[in-house]
């Protein structure tokens, strides 16, 4: 019989199953002072973010790198 007689006739053939691949990540290879890098490009704002969320409340009022080095020294304490 042809598909359309297939069709009319009640059969169902069950549709095959899509094969699904989970997705392999990519593995990046980084400087060791990277840590500084991403400290240094940050405003002074989020600095003072990037603080609270570690615990520690940072003084605008001083220069960014002295913000950067209360930073790295709390993240040295963990």
Do not use: H
């Not at 069950?14 to 990540?25: D, K, L, S």
């Not at 980084?30 to 490009?41: E, F, H, P, V, Y």
Request: net charge negative; hydrophobic share 30%; glycine share 8%.
């Amino acid at each position: 019989m042809s598909r359309f007689g297939d069709l009319l006739g009640g059969k169902v053939t069950p549709p095959t199953p899509a094969v699904v691949t989970e997705p392999t990540p990519d593995v990046v290879k980084g400087d060791s002072d990277k840590g500084k890098t991403d400290l240094d490009s940050l405003s002074k704002i989020e600095l003072e973010e990037f603080g609270r969320e570690l615990g520690i409340e940072l003084d605008r009022r001083f220069n960014k790198a002295k913000l950067v080095q209360q930073i790295e020294d709390e993240l040295k304490k963990q």
